[in-house]
C-alpha cells in the first residue's frame, strides 16, 4: 500500500448544451494536479494550495469536504493530507471544483487499495460539489471520474451511464478570464419550463446521445441546442452570439455555455476543424479587453488518473 500518491484530475465540460445537469464530457488538455498523502495521524489536512486563493479549512474547501463525507463513512485506521495544485481557475466553468471534489476521493481510494468503485467515489465527490455550487449535481464529476462522455440517469440513488465517443470528435474551448459562481448561474434559471421548450430539449438529448452511439455527426449538430440554460445565461457572456455565429459558421457541429459559464466550447469532426474553431474564437474575443485562453482537446477517455 503506498504512503502518497500524485494525480491528474481533468477538466470537465457539463451539460453539452442541451443536457443540463445531466450530459458531461472530459478534457484532457486542463487539469489539476494533487498529492493525498496517507499519514498516521487520524483526519483530513489540506496542506497546501498553489495555484488559487482557496480555502485551507477542510470543510469549505470542496476537496475536504468529500474527503471528510469519504473519510467518516470508512473509518480508516489512518488519516490523510491533501494538497492541491490548482491549474483551473474556480468559476471558470470547466468544473474547477469539480476536479478538486473528486481528486481528494479519488486519491483516498488509491491509497486505501480501491475499496469503492466509481460510481460510490461520485457520490462521495457529490457533497464537496453541492457545497461550491449549492445543488448536487454531477455532470462535471461523473465525466471526471469515468473518462469520455456520460450521462446522470439520476442522482438519488445515484446511476451513471458511460456514453461512447465518436472517433473524431474534438472541443475545442475559449476561457474568457471572467469569473461566473455557478451557484450564481444557477440561481438565474427559472423554476418551470414551457412544455415546448421542455419537449424541444428532451428530444435534443435524447437525439444527441443517440448521436454519440452511432457517430452520426450530423445529428449531433442538430442536437445541441439549449433552450432551458443558455438564454439565461449567455447575458453574463459577452460576444456569446457573435462567437457562436462565427464558430458555427466555420463548421463546428455545436457551441454551447461550457457548465455555467464564462467557458464557451464547441465541438468539431476532425481536428482540422476544431484548430480553425480556435483561430475564429481568437479573432471574435481579440476585439474585447477581456483576456482569454483557448484549447483545442480531444475527448479524455480516461479521466482522473494517477500520475
Ligand atoms: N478546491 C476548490 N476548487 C475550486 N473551487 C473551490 C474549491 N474549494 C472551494 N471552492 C469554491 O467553489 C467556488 C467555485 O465553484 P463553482 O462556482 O462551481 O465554479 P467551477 O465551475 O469552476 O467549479 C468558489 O467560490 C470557490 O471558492
Ligand atoms: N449543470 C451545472 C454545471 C456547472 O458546471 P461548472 O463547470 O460551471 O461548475 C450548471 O449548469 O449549473
Redesign the pocket.
Known amino acids: 500500500m503506498s504512503t502518497a500518491i500524485k494525480i491528474f484530475s481533468p477538466a470537465t465540460v457539463?451539460n453539452v448544451g442541451c443536457g443540463f445537469d445531466v450530459l458531461g464530457f472530459c478534457l484532457d488538455t486542463i487539469g489539476?494536479e494533487m498529492l493525498i498523502r496517507k499519514t498516521t495521524a487520524k483526519g483530513i489536512k489540506i496542506t497546501k494550495?498553489e495555484g488559487?486563493d482557496?480555502?485551507y479549512d477542510v470543510k469549505?474547501?470542496?476537496?475536504?469536504?468529500s474527503a471528510l463525507a469519504m473519510y467518516e463513512d470508512l473509518k480508516p485506521n489512518c488519516g490523510f493530507e491533501i494538497e492541491?495544485y490548482?491549474k483551473?481557475?474556480?468559476?471558470?466553468?470547466?468544473?474547477?471544483?469539480?476536479?478538486?471534489?473528486a481528486g481528494s476521493v479519488f486519491g483516498i481510494n488509491a491509497i486505501l487499495g480501491f475499496p469503492l468503485n466509481k460510481t460510490e467515489l461520485t457520490f462521495y465527490a457529490m457533497k464537496?460539489?453541492a457545497?461550491?455550487?449549492k445543488s448536487e449535481h454531477a455532470d462535471?464529476l461523473a465525466p471526471a471520474i469515468f473518462g469520455g462522455f456520460t450521462l446522470v440517469k439520476s442522482t438519488h440513488p445515484l446511476r451513471i451511464l458511460e456514453l461512447p465517443t465518436p472517433k473524431n470528435l474534438y472541443a475545442t474551448l475559449i476561457h474568457p478570464q471572467i469569473?461566473?459562481?455557478?451557484?450564481?448561474?444557477r440561481a438565474l434559471l427559472p423554476d418551470k419550463l414551457k412544455l415546448s421548450s421542455a419537449i424541444r430539449q428532451w428530444a435534443n438529448i435524447g437525439s444527441l446521445v443517440h448521436g454519440l452511439h452511432t457517430s452520426d455527426y450530423e445529428l449531433i449538430k442538430e442536437s445541441m441546442t439549449d433552450v432551458v440554460a443558455e438564454p439565461y445565461r449567455k447575458e453574463l457572456i459577452p460576444y456569446f452570439d457573435k462567437l457562436k455565429a462565427a464558430v458555427l459558421k466555420a463548421g463546428a457541429l455545436g457551441c454551447a455555455i461550457s457548465?455555467?459559464g464564462p467557458s464557451i466550447f464547441a465541438l468539431s469532426k476532425g481536428k482540422k476543424t476544431a484548430k480553425i474553431v480556435e483561430q475564429v474564437m481568437n479573432h471574435v474575443y481579440s476585439e474585447s479587453d477581456i483576456p482569454f485562453e483557448t484549447y483545442v482537446s480531444k475527448i479524455n477517455q480516461e479521466g482522473i488518473k494517477i500520475l
Open positions: 457539463a489539476d494550495i488559487f482557496l480555502p469549505e474547501n470542496v476537496a475536504g469536504i492541491i490548482k483551473i481557475k474556480p468559476g471558470s466553468g470547466i468544473g474547477s471544483s469539480s476536479a478538486s471534489a464537496g460539489e457545497f461550491a455550487s462535471n469569473e461566473i459562481k455557478t451557484s450564481e448561474a457548465g455555467s
